[in-house]
């Protein structure tokens, strides 16, 4: 497998059921201990008993427990920000450092330190730091600083041009994020394709943050900052008031709604392009074109098959950017359903906006289960690529010759770690719907009621996203005309 990481589940729901299944994320044909249907029957009683057990159990008054903080260190002002602006330097160097290896050094990837530090340290390892220490990329975030560095030498430079149109919400964050995924997946992310999208993405947020400002920008337009910003919110630790606070872990989630339509946009697209990655080199998604679109393409247009393969790849991408919508097409329709069991007299854009942040640890769980190998298997290659980060046979600090080999994981662990995370992130959600309910409907029974149509769309969620973990991945994306 390459370097992947994610977000961020969004390809239609096609066949459910398979048996003699290949797990794809081994990359080696892999015969699961029992038949699928017995795992996806499993975890999908056992989300519908934690339903049971949490509608019986969880009242209002038990879930405003859940609000408390208790406050375990309080900072020195001075101590404080010396730190963060420690981190903060560290940030930069690290994005210039990054930059720099990927435009000049080596192009061979595993020689350059750009590849590995992005997509495996910063897209990943930082996104599953985030997740248990808080939102700690809003204080040291390399662009926002660089940023303030020059506002601090030329006052004014990032004072607002335009006023940030209320409409515009999270679009600019989501249209970026469209794009980084497109570049995850089909754009070979070669070390200078990293260089390359950094420098670019670079002056688009100093472009953003001088015609906004700071504030609207980085909270609306930055991709990176919105993202961990809500991956935060799952985390046990806030910092808050210079002091940092102990909670239960996913309150954040509870503590207020998506302010936005584009939000749930967004958190929608962090389940679909994880679960688009997870099915679209798999054999039933590539044969939905070959067996199925390309005969009758073939039957209107005489063209030479080439021709065709260039259709199938915009058809790829298509799919990509159509998942979100197709996801949101899919909620609303349960939203509505919600509406219709509690005769209450919100809106469903107002429902669905309610419960956007139940969704989020699915969408952490799914990147995590698809990707959460690579940590082991390329992580430790940064001991021998710190000291030639260039790849120019630099031994810097003395660990270029360092061997690392990577640990590679049974596959039979892989795939049980990657059952019980679903499970676990889907009864969390399932919990967490539950006790926004308690907030949103008067009555409790109303509340229970509210959820019935939540749990049916997170028992088909488990069941979907387990599929896609079981499918094979195709001998290639591209196949002759004729093949099965």
């Known amino acids: ?35 699928f249907w017995m795992y996806a029957f499993s975890a999908s009683a056992a989300l519908v008993l934690s339903f049971v ?18 406050d375990l260190v309080a900072f020195d002002a001075g101590a404080e920000r010396g730190v963060v602006a420690a981190l903060q330097a560290l940030s930069v160097l690290a994005l210039l450092l990054t930059v720099l290896a990927g435009l000049f050094g ?3 990837p595993f020689a350059n330190f750009s590849v590995t530090f992005f997509w495996i340290f910063f897209v990943l390892g930082f996104t599953y730091l985030t997740a248990l220490v808080g939102d700690l990329y809003s204080a040291i975030n390399p662009w926002r600083t660089l940023c303030d560095w020059v506002e601090r030498l030329r006052p004014g430079s990032f004072r607002p041009r335009l006023a940030y149109p209320a409409w515009l919400g999270y679009y600019p964050a989501l249209a970026l994020y469209m794009a980084f995924i497109w570049l995850e997946l089909f754009g070979q992310a070669s070390p200078r394709g990293v260089g390359l999208f950094l420098a670019a993405y670079s002056v688009i947020n100093v472009l953003g943050a001088a015609l906004f400002g700071l504030e609207a920008w980085f909270r609306h337009g930055e991709l990176f900052a919105v993202v961990l910003r809500l991956i935060g919110k799952i985390a046990p630790f806030e910092c808050k008031a210079g002091k940092i606070r102990l909670r239960q872990p996913f309150v954040g989630l509870l503590l207020e709604p998506a302010d936005h339509f584009s ?27 070959w067996k199925w679109i390309y005969p009758l393409l073939t039957a209107m247009i005489e063209q030479p098959y080439l021709f065709f393969v260039d259709i199938y790849y915009y058809w790829q991408w298509a799919m990509l950017f159509v998942s979100p919508f197709f996801y949101l097409a899919i909620y609303l329709l349960f939203v509505w359903l919600m509406k219709l069991a509690t005769g209450s007299p919100r809106s469903v854009r107002d429902l669905a906006l309610q419960f956007t942040f139940a969704l989020i640890p699915i969408a952490f769980v799914y990147n995590v289960t698809h990707y ?31 061997s690392s080999p990577p640990v590679i994981l049974s596959a039979d662990f892989v795939w049980h ?32 009621w509210s959820q019935l149509p939540m749990l049916t769309l997170m028992v088909l969620f488990t069941t979907v996203g387990l599929w896609i973990l079981s499918l094979p991945i195709a001998g290639g994306q591209v196949q002759a005309p004729g093949s099965s």
Not at 384 to 392: E, K, N, R, V, Y
């Open 417 to 448: 770690a990657q059952v019980a995370l679903i499970l676990v992130g889907h009864v969390v959600s399932v919990y967490l719907a539950h006790a926004q309910a308690l907030q949103i409907f008067p009555r409790e029974k109303q509340a229970v």
């Open 263 to 289: 939000l749930l946009l967004l958190v929608l697209f962090m389940l679909s392009s994880t679960a688009f990655d997870g099915v679209h080199q798999t054999l039933p998604w590539v044969s939905v074109f």
């Open 53 to 70: 057990v949490v509608g019986y159990f969880v009242s209002a008054k038990s879930a405003a427990r859940n609000f408390r903080t208790f």
């Open 372 to 402: 959460f190998t690579l940590l082991f298997s390329q992580a430790p290659a940064v001991v021998a690529l710190i000291s030639d980060p260039f790849g120019f046979g630099w031994n810097l600090f003395g660990t270029a010759r360092v």
């Open 1 to 35: 497998m390459s370097f992947k990481q994610g977000r961020i589940v969004g390809a239609p729901l096609v066949a459910l059921f398979c048996s003699n299944a290949a797990a794809h994320s081994f990359g080696n044909i892999y015969t699961l201990p029992i038949p």
């Open 106 to 108: 080596t192009n061979n």
